[in-house]
């Protein structure tokens, strides 16, 4: 808690847009702005007798300071209204004539409003960690996946996994200066839904990608709510049994000459345009990944090709100023074709789907997935297909459909 009289509330208060701010009764505001820090929160707070000339009516101002790992602070909000209700408190703090006095004052009125993760808390998550790890060696894992975004303090706790591979899963980029600084392979994984296995799939995908995991491998996956400061989720799982069907005795998980890094940036778009479509609509995606050269006798153009005549590394999927673009050609009919490098070879095109009798899929499933699994089992390629009607993400290899994400629109 950080209490100041001599704040100049006047001109933070003038500064415009304000992400967020409640107007309460007795002449008092509260005010949210991001912060770079790491502390979850602290508050601000400075006596105005004058009034503000913004808001005439505005005598005490109080900032709520919200850093990167907060969760929008809106706990914090309910308590210090609960406190705020007592308008003799609130007026007694207009009235001291002494700094150390509106000071002392400040500290015992708020003082209940102020959360700090406790011992308990960080014994539960040693004592979590401990058994999780018991349960893994005796279930025979060989790696632990933690999901770092969970608990603050998380780097304090990996002596728990000492003797067992571990992966560190985190939506936050950990890289300084593009490399990663740390003894543990760290994915960056974003979570654009509600459901933990989403985060988790994508994961476990972008390791085998990566070949930080094998398929003969068992997996202890460990993780909270991010920014709960507790560890509640401990999940073994067999990759064979779960992704097995991505992988045959002539193909890994993605063509040889196709760069992780790029199967990875084609997640991350998928998962965006499912999220947020175009224009407040829905779209629908897909993306054929793997060599142009063996794979262009295999579709045609419904448009002019949009990514004909650029430089390579001009029409990069890698590069970060392509997102828009990638986004905004993913509303015309036909599928994008990618090489391996990440190159856009071409956007609108059909693919000429071969004989589908061997593939199988569920009911319910439109042309693209269609297509995408019959294309896939009949070439060495990997597609990933973004549902216009339900925002489903699919990945499709050898025939097979894997979702990775379902019904995030929404």
Partial sequence: MLAREGIDCEKIWSTRPLPRCWDLPNGIAIVCMPISTDWPYMAAIGRCPNGLSAKKDVRLLIFLL??????GGQEEVLQLMRTLHDTERMYSLLRHQTLESFRRTVVETFQECVVQPTEKDSSSVASFLREAFHLA?????????????????????MSHFDGMKCIV?????????????????VLSVSNYSEHRLVQLRSAILLAL??????????????GGLRGSERLDSLLILSVAEEYRALFNARRGLIPKDVK???????????HEIALEGREGHPIGAMFVIGKNEQLCSYYRPLVLNPFYGYERRERNLLNPFMDETVKEFASLD?????????????????VNVPDSSNVVLQGGLGTRHTAAAAFTYAHDCLIIVVSQSTGQISLFRNGQMFPLAGKIIG
């Fill in 137 to 157: 060696v005796a279930s025979r894992c060989t790696c632990i996946l933690f999901f770092a975004d969970a608990i603050q303090n998380w780097r304090d706790h």
């Fill in 66 to 71: 919200l850093g990167a790992g907060a969760q």
């Fill in 209 to 222: 990608s990566r070949n930080l995991l094998r398929l003969d491998e068992k997996v202890c996956c460990i």
């Fill in 169 to 185: 899963v985190s939506e936050q980029d950990m890289a300084v200066n593009g490399e990663n600084v740390l003894a543990l392979p």
């Fill in 260 to 270: 992780p890094e790029v199967f990875e940036r084609l997640v991350a778009i998928a």
């Fill in 334 to 350: 036909g599928a994008f074709i990618v090489a391996g490098d990440g190159t856009l070879e071409a956007a609108g095109v059909m």
